[in-house]
């Protein structure tokens, strides 16, 4: 007989790896989302190394700092013209 102590072990690992796969499942266009940003890729120097086969997006803090340096630029060209 199985002691109760490895029951309960086992439906442990169960829960916490069906928790794991959930989160990755539903995770997962985030996490890609972070991981093909060219632009992170080059603030680490990686640049040479991204692969080309990858579609590129923006992660959410690279998106906000062009949005930010574009309402920047625009913001200089009203002054100047
Ligand atoms: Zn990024």
Redesign the pocket.
Known sequence: MIPLMYLWAGLFLVVILAQSVLLCWYGWPAIRR?MH?P??WQSCHLMQHYPARWSST??P??AQRIRAQRALQRAQRLVHS
């Open positions: 972070m940003c632009w992170c923006m992660c803090h690279h």
